[in-house]
């Protein structure tokens, strides 16, 4: 598609188009990510194992010779992802005001994305990013599915934009950048994998990430035996949605209840530009417990399950500043501190066989590969993130088993709903797509089939069109 999109930004140019012959046009493109493993222990410092999509979000960015912020979104998607938006450059005063005008309507809530990237640009980086600006995106990343369409619109605009001001943003200092918009101005509680893994990702790898913050080791080549496939359940997941958030503070209030219970002080990090706890001696990650000291100590002093009133009564502050705690919610301590803990040691035992596999094929590793899957989608469920769709997909899976090629299978993301992550043998295709089919029928959601992967914002670069 990357042809297409520069041969449709090629045509804007010109008298009464969007775009003007008399500066150069900058080109990124972000693609969408699959959570192989992990997932939803990233703000808790986990490892999470990272595919990318081929679908992808493009952005073309152009200097204005005015004071002007034009943004077009052609995405032909949901409503709410299409329009063109103007702003005055001046008027990206602050955070608040950013976050207001993004609010101002549901039509144009997708700006809080786009101009909070422009505004984190204006802020950093004054010298350059001091003039107006035009964005024009289109997109194919399916929207509230659990895999990252925010992320990348979030990194393809940045990055194009970025170039546009002569700006230098890649790597890990990109995705930290995206992150930030994601959590200050889009408001949504998030950790960095998304960003990093649209970034970084290679087609045909996978990426290992270490959330704390952002630790990217070496890619992963799969056997050439397996292949990743997903399937959109067709349910709508939502990173701001009261589950997530709910599953996501319950971690943080079980890390605040262990850190009391041993006297350790948690006090704001003030080194970090993402708000944040931290503490002496696991440095505000749970993922740094280890999952044997964990079940013997912790766990059992641990509550099932808290509300808010009685939370703050007794451990005085919530450490999660995307997640305030709310009146009325039921939150599942001990279920979701203990999922932060154990997801990373099965993350990190996944990454071990996956890398050793590489090597050396082998069928057994494969089995506890997608055994790790299975163990990962039942403890969503134990936090409150199931659903019964993705529990549905997984389950037709389940019975195709080894025999037919399939190794495992989970759901991803946040939760709740969203993208079904599947781990087979390549020669497993025709099986994949009658579990798709099956699932089409059964009228629980209008899913869709991820297949294939792309490279990430890093690898793919920035085009440069000139009139």
């Known amino acids: 598609m990357s042809s297409e999109f520069a041969e449709t930004v090629k045509s804007s140019i010109g008298v009464d188009r969007f775009f003007s012959p008399s500066y150069p046009v900058y080109i990124a493109r972000s693609p969408g990510r699959l959570d192989l493993m992990g997932g939803n222990d990233d703000y808790t410092g986990g490892l999470v194992f990272e595919s990318t999509i081929r679908e992808a979000t493009f952005a073309a960015a152009q200097l204005r010779s005015d004071q002007l912020i034009v943004l077009k979104n052609h995405t032909a998607s949901e409503a709410g992802w299409q329009g063109e938006v103007t702003i005055a450059f001046a008027d990206l005063k ?77 790597g890990i200092e990109l995705a930290l950048a995206c992150q930030w918009v994601e959590n200050v101005i889009a408001e949504s509680a998030c950790g960095i994998m998304d960003q990093i893994a649209v970034v970084a990702g290679r087609e045909g790898f996978i990426l290992p990430l270490v959330c704390q913050p952002c630790i990217p080791e070496p890619l992963i080549q799969l056997p050439e035996e397996l292949q990743i496939w997903g399937i959109d359940s067709g349910v709508s997941h939502q990173v701001s949605g009261i589950e997530y958030e709910a599953a996501r503070a319950a971690a943080f209030m079980g890390y605040k209840i262990i850190c009391d219970w041993e006297q350790i002080a948690v006090t704001a990090d003030d080194w970090s530009e993402i708000e944040r706890y931290t503490d002496s001696r696991w440095d505000g990650y749970l993922a740094n417990l280890s999952a044997s000291l964990f079940h013997e100590k912790y766990e059992p002093t641990l509550p099932l399950r808290m509300n808010s009133t009685e939370f703050l009564a007794q451990y005085g502050f919530h450490t999660d500043p995307y997640t305030p705690l709310k009146e009325g919610v039921v939150y599942h301590i001990r279920a979701n501190t203990r999922y932060a803990v154990q997801e990373n040691y099965r993350v990190r035992l996944f990454s071990e066989l996956s890398r050793g596999a590489s090597l050396a094929p082998s069928k057994r590793a494969f089995l506890m590969m997608g055994e790790l899957m299975y163990q990962s989608h039942y403890a969503y469920t134990e936090c409150g993130l199931g659903a019964k769709a993705t529990d549905f997909i997984v389950n037709l899976f389940r019975k195709e088993g080894v025999s037919n090629g399939i190794y495992g299978a989970k759901i991803t993301g946040g939760g709740a709903g969203g993208t079904v992550a599947i781990l087979a043998e390549k020669s497993a295709s025709e099986v994949v797509h009658r579990v798709f089919n099956l699932y089409a029928q059964s009228g629980m959601g209008d899913p869709y089939l991820f297949e294939g992967s792309s490279d990430g914002a890093d690898a793919f670069g920035i085009m440069e069109i000139n009139s």
Not at 124 to 148: D, H
Not at 150 to 169: F, G, H, P, R, T
């Open 94 to 170: 602050d955070d608040a005001t950013v976050r207001n005008f993004a609010n101002s309507s549901p039509a144009i809530r997708w700006t809080a994305y786009v101009l909070g990237t422009l505004f984190y640009l204006r802020k950093k980086f004054p010298e350059q990013a001091n003039s107006g600006i035009q964005v024009y995106m289109e997109s194919t990343v399916p929207l509230n599915r659990g895999v990252s369409s925010s992320a990348a619109i979030e990194v393809s605009v940045m990055k194009a934009a970025a170039a546009a001001y002569k700006i230098n943003l890649e």
